[in-house]
């Protein structure tokens, strides 16, 4: 089956269509099936021979785009800040919980969909009665999460570049607050926490190096063996190679990976007992995974 990717405005995301009969070149703009009807989308290299293992097949693209198409999506998208003017207003007429993030037309004017967060489920059927009587076009709301509002509108991140989720990033992959732990990070919400709110999405990007390099160590706080006697492993620096363990006397020195060893369990419950670490930061980043 012969596939091309297609990449939508305002998404990283590639989907996969078939192009039929249609020549397509790379970075042409065509007329293809997105998730919520037709839209204006880039072809994104040439198109491939694959075997298509999936049971429902990839839609096929429409045509490709004229110049009167490329006209209309660039008049219907100056008129989303209004759409979002008239969306606004009705939410307020309407006393309704929950926060407008952005208005999209599509691109022949045949349907808006308003995008908005809320905490929970909103009966918008009213709303969407009112806006289609003053749109005078089709309505659609799609509730989406804060992570997906941060991608919509992008911004700056604590590293001073925009957005990974809005600049290049195509999935949001799991984060959990166990990778900030790994790599040592401060657990101050302030610091681990991205634009969204939620947890950076670049705490994932090296987790498995840190994972790999600590595999089959001691962990922190645990007593460990090294050319200079037994300590407690206080952190781990893979830039430099090196354990930090902290002696009984208070000194830290720092040793290669392989000159540190795990004690023995029968040492280690013959040491002395282990204060329990204070996890403070997991009560409050609880609910922020």
Known sequence: MKIINIRFPGSRRLYPHQPGELEVAPNEILVAEGERGPRLGSAIGEPLEIEWTLPTPPPVISRKARDEDLHKAQEFRAREPEACQVCRAAIGEHNLPMKLVKAEYIFDGSKVIFYFTSEGRVDFRELVRKLAQRLRTRIEMYQIGVRDEAKLLGGLGVCGRSFCCS????????????????????????????????????????????????????????????????????RYDIFTDRVFVIFEEGREEGFKREEVQRLSPNAEQAGPAEPEPADNADAELEGNE
Request: with cysteine; proline share 6%.
């Open 167 to 234: 600049s290049w990033l195509s999935n949001f992959a799991p984060v959990s607050i166990r990778m900030a732990k790994d790599q040592g990070l401060s657990l101050n919400p302030a610091k681990v926490s991205g634009g969204c709110g939620r947890l950076l999405c670049c705490l994932a990007y090296e987790h498995e190096v840190y994972a790999a390099y600590r595999e089959g160590m001691p962990k922190i706080g645990k007593r460990a063996v090294t050319p200079k006697g037994i300590g407690r492993v206080s």
